[in-house]
């Protein structure tokens, strides 16, 4: 241990002039001494860690030191000098000097402290002389590696003692009978996307027809090799002293794999070379294998979760329709009223005739003193419901204040959600290809968000979300489809890309079924107190005119022909009644149709990645287990052929696997 005392403080400097010029021209060789009291250091000896510096001019060195090889080459061939390993074969009982060299800017560090280590030796087979050397006056320190009578390998670790940030440089050491190995082989640097330390070389003889090559071997399904290595890390080489028959036969091939896993784990990334594995007696050879990223497996059922925004962005005609029934949210009362007038047949338009000054031009803030009426008992019917149907059990009267508008409904429909299970039946070919025989897709539910009444926590994205599984209102109860993909890695992750493909997908039936199924529910009734639940425009419009209790007895045009004749004059129950039941069935499909009538083109929606879709394999077992993340979700390309003009609803989706 050095016992360091005060510091001497002092420069020696040897100023050597060069050439001519002037004093502020010449070029100095500068020796800096940075002097300590030490009485571990004797008298003329350089301090350790001390740089001896050339200052030309006024370019002082700035270069972190660099830890490098001596050796130019190993003992397979292979370059030493600038790599991170370097090889060396010994015989039984041999030893080796092992020597690296210290430098900044190109000059030598001395007296700087070198770790030496032993690694992943499971034979002990070495013995390294000291633990701890120091560099010389050219910055080289050397140790002796000594190795007993056993076939193995294992490596040495040097590190320079304090800078953590120079890399270590690892010998790799192999002992075999003879000093000498026919074949050696180790791994390219690994740059691909997972994180690898342990590697595995296997030998397949190759036949007088040169079989098996590299393209008829299954790295899933590899047969017998001739030969195999211990599992070694990946810095260190796969070292074959003895091939079976070489001496008699004097030259082999050997189609070479290589695996490579994290620790004990599957095989994550493999190499095959059936083109540099001959060998020949009293010859050596070195062959250095380039890793490439197995993909886990796809092959199973995903649930995926996709998001439309199926409002934002409508072409206008499209849009018009789409708010006309959204309308309905936002004043029921004045919009049943309007759809008196609006769905057409004589009996209707004569009701219409008592209800507006205008009828031509219906206006629902210019009634009649019957359409006054009418108006209020309808109100008062509205009202009736929404207390009825209101979550908030201890006021429901808080339901009567919420004043329900079009932009309501339409960030609802903004997060539109459907359901659905893609299958894929066999792993992607060697280029990443999957044709549409093997991509299944099933779209079977559809999803919206209501929170009214759920109290939902902020951060909480799970809470207020109804599924409704597909079928009626002009959809099928589910929607198949196959497709293209292509698997691959980019940016060290795995991928896909979903080609575009056709789904007969309508959009006008789909947010005419969200409406009718979901959204009435929700605001009239869903059936969770006894009363039928509020699930078409028919059931709609009959609760409207005469409250949810006349959907049980179906006499809800009976009770509003009764409640308006009591309160008018000059209209008979007969005339209301029928007008009730007409509007009831031509009003209900006067707003489907306005819909539904959008979809004039069959397998109109056309579906796609917008760019590939990142893959997990979360647990790293080598099978994909996600289609990118809740938080991080993957881009549909979509484009919708509606009202005859394309449109293109933003979409996102997850999935994960079944």
């Given amino acids: 241990m050095m016992k360091r005392a005060s510091l001497l403080s002092g420069l020696v400097m040897l100023l050597a002039s060069c050439g001519g010029g002037t004093p502020g021209s010449q070029v100095q060789e500068v020796v800096v001494i940075d002097a300590l009291m030490d009485s571990d250091v004797p008298p003329g000896e350089t301090p350790i860690g001390d740089i001896v510096q050339h200052d030309l001019s006024d370019n002082a060195c700035s270069e972190k030191p660099v830890l490098g090889f001596v050796e130019e080459t190993g003992d397979t061939d292979k370059p030493c000098k600038g790599q991170p390993v370097c090889d060396a074969i010994l015989n039984y009982n041999g030893d080796k000097t092992l020597s690296v060299q210290l430098t900044q800017c190109g000059v030598g560090v001395v007296q700087q402290q070198i770790d030496w280590k032993i690694m992943n030796d499971k034979l002990s087979l070495g013995t390294l002389d000291a633990e701890h050397t120091y560099t010389d006056q050219n910055g080289v320190a050397a140790n ?188 029921p009362t004045a919009q049943l009223m309007l759809l008196i007038c609006k769905a057409g047949g004589q009996s209707l338009e004569d009701f219409c005739g008592y209800l507006f000054t205008d009828p031509q031009n219906p206006d629902i803030h210019q009634l009649t003193s019957t359409g006054d009426i009418v108006f209020q008992i309808l109100n008062a019917i509205l009202i009736g419901i929404l207390q009825q149907n209101c979550p908030y059990e201890q006021d429901p009267t808080l339901c009567t204040k919420i004043y329900w508008t079009g932009k309501d409904v339409s960030e609802i429909l903004t997060k539109f959600q459907l359901l659905s299970t893609f299958t894929f039946s066999q792993e992607p070919d060697k280029d990443g290809y999957l044709p549409s025989s093997a991509c299944f897709e099933r779209w079977h539910t559809l999803r919206i968000r209501w929170t009214l009444g759920l109290d939902c926590p902020p951060d909480d994205d799970t809470c207020g979300w109804r599924n409704i599984p597909l079928g009626g209102s002009g959809l099928p109860d589910v929607i198949t489809g196959n497709f293209e993909a292509n698997v691959s890695v980019q940016k060290a992750q795995v991928v896909m890309d979903i080609k575009p493909h056709t789904l007969l997908l309508k959009y006008g039936a789909l947010v005419n079924f969200a409406i009718e199924k979901l959204l009435l529910p929700q605001m009239f009734g869903d059936g969770s107190d006894g009363l039928p639940a509020v699930d078409s425009y028919e059931a709609m419009i009959g609760s409207l005119l005469a409250g949810r209790e006349c959907l049980v007895t179906n006499d809800c045009c009976s009770r509003f022909a009764e409640q308006v004749t009591q309160q008018t004059f000059g209209l008979t129950k007969n005339f209301v009644e029928g007008a009730c039941q007409a509007l009831i069935q031509t009003g209900a499909q006067y707003l489907r149709q306005q819909l539904t009538s959008l979809d004039t083109e069959t397998g109109n929606f056309t579906i796609g990645t917008k760019e590939p879709c990142t893959l997990y394999d979360t647990n790293k077992d080598m099978k994909i287990d996600a289609f990118g993340k809740k938080d991080s979700q993957c881009l549909w390309d979509a484009r919708l052929l509606v009202g005859g003009t394309t449109y293109s609803p933003n979409g996102t989706f997850y999935g994960k696997a079944k």
């Fill in 144 to 331: 002796r590696v000594r190795v007993k009578d056993k076939i193995g390998q294992f490596q040495v670790q040097i590190c320079v003692q304090g800078m953590p940030d120079v890399p270590c440089l690892y010998y790799n050491i192999a002992v075999t009978p003879k000093g000498i190995a026919p074949l050696t082989v180790g791994f390219a640097q690994y740059t691909g996307m997972y994180l690898l330390d342990m590697g595995k070389v296997l030998l397949f003889k190759q036949d007088k027809t040169s079989k098996p090559r590299c393209s008829d071997l299954n790295i899933s399904n590899l047969p017998t090799a001739t030969l195999s290595s211990p599992d070694i890390s990946l810095t260190q080489t796969a070292v074959f002293s003895e091939l079976p028959d070489l001496e008699t036969e004097g030259s082999q091939t050997y189609t070479i794999v290589g695996l490579a896993r994290q620790g004990t784990g599957p095989v994550q990334a493999y190499a095959c070379n059936d083109t540099d594995g001959r060998v020949e007696w009293g010859g050596k050879k070195y062959v250095e294998l380039e890793l490439i990223d197995l993909l886990p497996s796809l092959k199973g059922s995903y649930d995926i979760t996709s998001t439309f925004d199926l409002v934002s962005g409508l072409p206008p005609n499209v849009a018009n329709v789409v708010y006309a029934i959204i309308g309905f949210f936002q004043n």
